[in-house]
């Protein structure tokens, strides 16, 4: 029974087409994705905040309703964030990975059968599809301000799946092309309002299991007129486009991968530019599968996680993907066609720059900036890898740390790591390393934040904070 709750306790925030000038990221009011412009969430302006609290250097925080982990986005002013109200009770999230396991284990010794225990865990644990009525909101707020502009419901009933408590029913962030702000719930429906919250097309999708009833998280992107999504599911995974102006289908590529028992994942793709090409790089159950942009596969990488979280995204010339728990993290180069898997004896190829065995990790993605690679695992360990080698520089716990699903982020010099307890550890970037300070807001996070301008918007269990220094 514990091996079968194993796979993930994931509250999904988890997290690519809207590729901006990377050194205009300083100046801009955009954010437009999950993980920002670059999938890589870095900022060069020097006026960011490095030291908050729940009243230090807050410009403003705005309560909102309900749970979603789905991560703010920003354009033109306006703040975009969705979330889903419980009709009753809603089941709160607790932190860590392994309560649910070590509940299972408990009702193991008490000698329980397993349909006993799986009553059991459910009735605790998880929320089913006919035990909730939900109504899912989209939220437009100022920028400046955090008032709150306009909010659309866009959807009530029962959801389209059931969700472990951890998770929410809105953990796929939302994604802007400037015009038109595009909604993903997967096996639910997509959507597409305008920024003055007139609702201009929606498309609703087939209903596909999830592992479990876990719940999902794999967020949409944006590649000229098409929006892509990933649904892998336990029963046909696919990789799917939509024209942006009507929302009709422009084409889909089934694919099958994982073991038999497990086909569901939660990793957000990729939209990879480089001079040769711009490709579509997914991870999904044990394997991560590059698509031109017709959907027809490139080349495909094994080595992953039979439940794939963190999000691939590009560096100085170099795509990283992190495998996920006990599992490699991959430098590849571009170009690469057909099977570019690694023996177990090789850690280089044409194409795989570099693997690190045991660079992966489970919820939170990796991170790029000043030269090197870092990954964090949801227990609190920072590793740091050279970005064109793949050499080790330090792992190293976060102090007495706690439980992470939320993706580091850097700028001035700094490596930010937020736990699920609300506290944000603060390190020095570069090859030592040095636990600053940390910043607490005595609450719940899960959601990724967004870097805009001298803003950083953090996303609590009920809040939004805007985090700016004063003057």
Request: charged letters at 20%; hydrophobic letters at 35%.
């Amino acid at each position: 029974m514990s091996t079968l709750l194993k796979p993930t306790l994931v509250s999904l925030t988890a997290l690519a087409g809207l590729l901006l000038n990377s050194s205009a990221h300083a100046q801009t009011l955009v954010w437009p994705q999950f993980r920002g412009p670059d999938a890589n969430p870095v900022s060069a302006n020097t006026r960011l905040a490095d030291r908050w609290s729940k009243t230090q250097n807050v410009e403003w925080a705005q309560t909102i309703p309900g749970r979603g982990w789905s991560s703010a986005i920003v354009v033109g002013e306006k703040v975009f964030v969705t979330t889903a109200t419980t009709d009753g009770k809603s089941k709160a999230p607790q932190v860590g990975t392994e309560y649910s396991n070590e509940y299972v284990a408990e009702l193991v010794k008490q000698g329980l059968s397993e349909a006993e225990i799986m009553k059991k865990v459910n009735e605790r644990d998880f929320e089913l599809p006919n035990e909730v009525n939900l109504h899912y909101f989209l939220y437009c707020l100022d920028l400046k301000s955090g008032k709150v502009s306009w909010k659309k419901e866009f959807y009530a009933g029962h959801p389209p799946g059931g969700r472990h408590r951890k998770n929410s029913f809105t953990s796929e962030t939302p994604v802007t092309d400037g015009k038109f702000v595009y909604i993903y719930v997967a096996n639910l429906g997509v959507w597409a309002y305008d920024l003055t919250g007139k609702l201009a097309w929606t498309k609703k999708l087939e209903v596909n299991p999830i592992y479990l009833e876990f719940g999902t998280g794999g967020s949409p992107v944006l590649v000229g007129n098409q929006l892509i999504i990933l649904s892998d599911n336990q029963k046909q995974q696919y990789l799917a486009a939509f024209d942006t102006k009507t929302g009709k289908q422009v084409w889909r590529t089934d694919r099958d991968l994982g073991p038999k028992q497990m086909h569901s994942g939660w990793a957000t793709p990729f939209v990879w530019k480089h001079a040769l090409r711009t490709e579509l790089v997914t991870v999904g159950p044990e394997i991560a599968v590059s698509y031109d942009l017709s959907g027809k596969e490139l080349w495909r990488l094994s080595g992953m996680s039979p439940a794939p979280i963190p999000m691939p995204f590009a560096y100085d010339g170099l795509l990283y993907i992190n495998g996920g728990r006990g599992c490699p993290l991959f430098a590849v180069r571009p170009g690469a066609m057909g099977d570019i898997s690694l023996p177990k004896s090789q850690d280089t190829s044409e194409f795989v720059a570099w693997r690190q065995a045991r660079g992966g990790t489970y919820l939170p993605s990796s991170l790029a900036f000043g030269g090197g690679v870092y990954s964090l695992s949801e227990t609190g360990i920072l590793s740091r890898f050279d970005a064109k080698t793949g050499k080790q520089t330090y792992k190293e716990r976060l102090g007495t740390a706690g439980n992470f699903t939320t993706s580091p982020w850097a700028y001035n010099g700094k490596i930010f790591c937020l736990s699920e307890e609300g506290d944000t550890f603060v390190v020095s970037a570069g090859e030592t390393f040095k636990v600053l300070h940390t910043n607490s807001l005595g609450e719940m996070a899960q959601a990724t934040p967004a870097l805009v301008g001298e803003r950083l918007l953090i996303r609590t269990e009920s809040k939004l904070y805007s985090i700016r220094k004063k003057t």
